[in-house]
């Protein structure tokens, strides 16, 4: 079955630390996003990519990074600059950024900061 | 001010009553998303609409695009169907904005 893949789906890593979490899909989407979502929020976007070896800052990227090497994957680092790193994070992709084709979710990741 | 804001933020209700979620945003959009996220996280799309009513089994949304307002509906609500809500919109220029969602628990 197509879908999307976030892994781990728990992480936990010392204040300090860059951590790195995996996205990938297996619909053939060009276009994959990252998502933070804190309590009592709504979903904020970090990166998104619309094409192989591009991508564009969201919202909130201010202390994250993510390449995009390859269409089925698009990895997020969250880096020792991002200064509250810990939530739920969601990995998303459509087929295009160009029309109203609905959103893809991964699972999650619920990263943990000490 | 959220640009789209949802009510209620948490509801409470029996198994099989009627059961309506409000979703009003402030901007210019092209399409309007009800998401559904499980206690597990993961997010599942239920409907994209730009216009009018859609139906898929129990679950019923509408827009009002004059009015800048949807509503998704359960009819005969189950327990399964306890999980949060989620409006996005597609604003012109095609940036989503989410809300905030509500907190359904349907109990039997």
């Known amino acids: 079955d197509g879908g999307i893949t976030q892994s781990p789906k728990y992480l936990f890593r010392k204040e300090g630390q860059n951590v790195t979490l995996s996205c990938e899909q297996n619909l053939n989407h060009d276009a994959m996003y990252w998502y933070r979502q804190d309590p009592g929020q709504g979903l904020r976007l970090i990166y998104y990519s619309q094409i192989v070896n591009d991508f564009q800052k969201g919202d909130i990227a201010e202390g994250y990074s993510v390449s995009r090497e390859k269409k089925e994957s698009f990895p997020l680092t969250v880096t020792s600059a991002q200064k509250n790193p810990t939530a739920f994070y969601l990995c998303?992709?459509?087929?295009?950024?160009?029309?109203?084709?609905?959103?893809?979710f991964g699972n999650g990741t619920r990263l943990t900061v000490t | 001010k959220n640009e789209v804001e949802q009510s209620p933020q948490n509801l409470t209700a029996q198994e099989g009553e009627f059961i309506t979620i409000n979703c009003s945003y402030s901007v210019g959009i092209s399409a309007l998303h009800w998401l559904q996220q499980h206690p597990g996280g993961g997010i599942v799309s239920l409907f994209m609409?730009?216009?009018g009513k859609k139906k898929h089994g129990r679950l019923i949304a509408t827009i009002n695009i004059q009015e800048k307002h949807s509503s998704l509906h359960i009819t005969a609500s189950h327990p399964r169907d306890s999980a949060v809500y989620i409006c996005a919109v597609t604003e012109y220029g095609n940036k989503l904005v989410f809300g905030a969602g509500t907190i359904l628990r349907v109990k039997s």
């Open positions: 609409l730009s216009s």
């Open positions: 998303a992709s459509r087929n295009g950024d160009g029309d109203n084709s609905p959103l893809h």
